[in-house]
């Protein structure tokens, strides 16, 4: 997606040409501008009725991360996470409380799918946040995202929740020594 003013400039990405912005950053017009285009433009992308990401409610928002990958002059794609707490029901119904990082939005342009820029911004919020990957919880998955996560981590295997977070089996999976 292009902008009337330099994306690069605004969003000072490092070599990978991923920039990181948390909501505890000042923020300005021209970043505010690329989160609501952004933001709006994968709220359709997956057909929701409300936007996601908004920067008024990104930057009133605690402890939460948005990687923004650039590519020249355009911007390719978003990925925003946070901790939430959350009830996790298992099979036997019993409730346990969990506070892991989740995937709370993920979008890459329509034009640039399926070209290795979604697992790029998903390779760096996992090298930045320090978190495998079977430790991530994610709010309401597309077929698109549940086919990106089943192809690049092998993850595919969950309880439906009734809050719609996808907590896969391997979350709770203890590694013997
Ligand atoms: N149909 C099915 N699977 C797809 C599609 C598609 N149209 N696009 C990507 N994928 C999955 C596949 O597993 C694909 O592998 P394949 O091409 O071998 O089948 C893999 O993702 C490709 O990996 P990347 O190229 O790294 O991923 P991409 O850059 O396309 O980014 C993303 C993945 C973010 C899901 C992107 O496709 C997208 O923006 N989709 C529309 C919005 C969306 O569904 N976002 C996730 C919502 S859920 C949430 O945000 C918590």
Do not use: W
């Amino acid at each position: 997606m292009e902008f009337p003013f330099d994306v690069c400039r605004a969003l000072r990405p490092g070599n990978d040409g991923i920039a990181i912005i948390r909501s505890k950053d000042c923020n300005t017009r021209e970043v505010c501008e690329i989160i609501d285009a952004m933001g709006n433009a994968s709220a359709k992308a997956q057909g929701l009725r409300a936007v996601i990401t908004t920067a008024v409610r990104f930057f009133s928002s605690a402890d939460t991360a948005l990687y923004i990958k650039i590519e020249g002059k355009r911007v390719v794609g978003i990925l925003k996470t946070g901790y939430r707490k959350l009830f996790y029901s298992d099979e036997m119904g019993r409730i346990s409380e969990i506070t892991p990082l989740c995937l709370l939005d993920f979008y890459v342009h329509e034009t640039l799918q399926r070209s290795g820029h979604g697992k790029e911004l998903y390779t760096k919020m996992l090298q930045v946040s320090g978190v495998q990957p079977n430790k991530i919880a994610i709010d309401r998955p597309s077929p698109k995202l549940i086919s990106f996560m089943r192809k690049h981590y092998g993850l595919c295997d969950y309880i439906p929740q009734n809050n719609n977070f996808v907590i896969f089996r391997e979350y709770f999976r203890v590694i013997s020594i």
